[in-house]
């Protein structure tokens, strides 16, 4: 798959801090255009895959310091509309027309600038995103990638093409105040030349999205939008313009239990019943900021978190075995379920309306292979940022997102996940084959339902992945298992040869 590897540090990444991180499959089939997975023989979809073809974009400033938008990157390449510039804008080869062309796109963005990528008199097919395969979208116009977020696009290349110049890959976003910003990329056939005196305008001409096009990803800012996107089925006509969601696509091959102990109707197959309601605040999880430890959260054991006590805030999800070994017994009650109680924090409630709450939020999960908890994000402000949310240590599985035209809250999303037969998950949409992300934009006015498999042991970062709300404390820690804790149910985690609550070097 596509990954990336970047700086957490102040303004790093912003800096230049991060590149690409390849992955290949080893099981591609020399005879077969396909590669096995779990004995399957999957289609690959293209013919070249090239590590050449990987689109990193970015946003570029004039300092780190004032954060003044100046222009955007393709692979680090681009230009600012004046006459005096050194740098070349990137160009992509193809060699073999009449093929069909893997490129890797990474969304490297720092900030809150989403970008929307399209080329020239071509269109594509999304395979993956965040390396994950998806069921191909076919004759995509237009793909939008926020901070963190990964595709992989197919373009067919033609077999007859113009000898004059080589088309343009254009990259578009918005600044603050709404200001347009563009760059460009070349895709280049034998033969062709390609225009080495070209720069953008100011106004970004041509670079307006047309009536009629097919748009993956788009930013989930707008409730109009939203509610004329075509879903799952409809967008299967490729003929058929309009906005495709996160929430419609659809994976190859779902993770086998994700459905498992979720829909029940009774205590024996209700699973953990285990749902935690994070709310989008302003640069918060539930209205508090993420306070950084002296000993890293992975290094932390069960006495040295009681004697911090104070320092914590989140919840703690307790696992439990019923003993019973009757039959009749076992088949009424759950055999593994989990009480999780809130965390108290120190803060007032005078604090956390101001967000001005800061803590070592966690949200302790047990180690339960096969088991799974959700993680309900709600954007209240409809007027406010999608945020771009990225889980360390794995993926989630999306199995629904809403949006609507007005502010809303946990109570109100709460009501709506409870309200059905079986008491939680009654905002699950996608119950067959839904797709899995470690980056999602959550809509302004609404919400995803992410499901995390519990079966990676560790801390894993749960954060915005707009810088600046980052470093202002939006993330959390997803905690799995417990240093030093109930070995009898396989909960510890092995840190090697770290010291268990020694607090990190401060120079």
């Known amino acids: 798959g596509t990954y990336w590897y970047h700086s957490h540090v102040g303004d790093q990444r912003t800096n230049g801090a991060y ?33 050449a073809n990987t689109i990193i974009l970015q946003e570029w400033y004039e300092n780190s310091t004032y954060k003044n938008l100046k222009s955007l990157l393709i692979n680090g390449n681009g230009r600012v509309g004046t006459d005096d510039f050194t740098t070349d804008y990137t160009v992509f080869n193809i060699t073999e027309p009449g093929k069909k062309y893997l490129y890797r796109v990474i969304g490297a963005i720092s900030e809150d600038v989403p970008l929307r990528l399209s080329i020239d008199d071509h269109t594509f097919t999304a395979i993956a995103t965040d390396s994950q395969n998806i069921k191909p979208v076919k004759n995509l116009t237009h793909l939008w990638v926020a901070g963190g977020e990964r595709f992989h696009i197919v373009v067919q290349a033609k077999t007859k093409y113009s000898m004059e110049s080589a088309y343009k890959i254009r990259v578009f976003g918005y600044g603050d105040n709404g200001t347009k910003f563009c760059t460009i990329a070349w895709l280049k056939y034998p033969n062709q030349t390609v225009d080495s005196s070209f720069v953008t305008d100011a106004d970004c001409t041509g670079f307006d999205l047309p009536f009629l096009h097919r748009t993956l990803n788009p930013v989930p800012n707008n409730h109009y939008d939203w509610k004329h996107r075509l879903k799952h089925g409809q967008w299967k006509n490729t003929s058929t313009p309009g906005n495709i969601y996160i929430t419609d696509l659809r994976s190859v091959q779902s993770k086998l239990s994700v459905t498992f102990f979720g829909l029940a109707h009774n205590d024996s197959e209700a699973g953990l019943n285990n749902t935690q309601y994070l709310e989008l605040i302003g640069r918060a999880f539930n209205n508090r900021t993420l306070k950084n430890p002296k000993v890293p959260f992975l290094l932390q054991n069960e006495d040295y978190v009681k004697k911090h006590a104070a320092d914590r805030c989140g919840f703690d999800c307790k696992l439990h075995v019923d003993p019973n070994t009757y039959l009749s017994l076992a088949e009424k009650d759950q055999y593994v379920n989990t009480t999780c109680s809130e965390i108290p924090d120190q803060c007032t409630a005078e604090d956390v309306k101001n967000n001005n709450c800061s803590c070592q939020h966690v949200t302790k999960q047990p180690y339960a292979p096969g088991y799974w908890a959700d993680l309900l994000l709600i954007n209240n402000e409809v007027n406010g940022t999608a945020h771009p949310i990225h889980l360390h240590g794995g993926w989630a599985w999306v199995m629904g997102m809403g949006q609507y035209p007005y502010d809303i809250n946990s109570t109100f999303i709460k009501t709506m996940n409870e309200n059905c037969s079986t008491k939680d998950h009654c905002l699950w949409k996608n119950t067959r084959h839904p797709i899995a992300k470690d980056t999602i934009q959550v809509p302004t006015g609404g919400y995803v339902l992410l499901r995390v498999p519990l079966d990676n042991k560790g801390t894993w970062f749960l954060h915005c992945h707009i810088n600046r709300h980052v470093l202002a404390g939006m993330a959390m820690v997803l905690q799995i298992g417990g240093q030093e804790y109930n070995k009898t149910l396989d909960q510890e985690w092995c840190t090697g040869h770290l010291k268990i609550n020694k607090p990190c070097p401060t120079n």
């Open 19 to 51: 590149g690409a991180l390849i992955i290949r499959p080893q099981n591609i089939s020399k005879n077969l255009p396909c590669v096995y997975l779990f004995g399957v023989c999957l289609p690959l979809h293209y013919d070249v895959d090239k590590i």
